[in-house]
């Protein structure tokens, strides 16, 4: 195993780590850390993806930039799975930075299950 592998391994991890504490969270009503995890899920599957074509992104924007680019364009991934992505985004912003606003279980809920469904499939990418 090299580095490389071991990295996309760790993410891998870290993604399944992050999707069980999205369901966690979501038991135990914690809406906006389960935003979070879930978001976080889908990102270090998505980096695992991409770091095994040889692509090493770190920020948000390169992960989202290159998801699109290298795995939608692409047809690995759908556009529904990208805007999968882009919500969790856009949720996790809500939950972790508008102190006035906080997730509900109608705001996350919904993502649970197409979540869990997208970093399998990141999963069978890396």
Do not use: I
Request: charged letters at 25%; one cysteine or more; hydrophobic letters at 45%.
């Amino acid at each position: 195993m090299d580095v490389n592998d071991e990295e996309v391994a760790a993410l891998l991890a870290r993604s399944q780590e992050c999707l069980a504490a999205g369901y966690a969270n979501a038991s135990a009503g914690r809406w906006n850390r389960a935003a979070s995890d879930l978001y976080y899920a889908v990102f270090d599957a998505g980096r695992a993806v991409l770091l095994r074509r040889g692509l090493e992104a770190r920020s948000h924007g390169q992960v989202r930039a290159e998801f699109n680019r290298l795995l939608v364009r692409s047809g690995l991934l759908t556009r529904e799975e990208a805007r999968l992505y882009g919500q969790l985004f856009d949720l996790r912003q809500l939950g972790d930075y508008a102190p006035t606003r906080s997730l509900q279980k109608e705001d996350v809920e919904p993502f649970l299950d197409a979540v869990s469904s997208l970093v399998g499939r990141l999963r069978s990418l890396a």
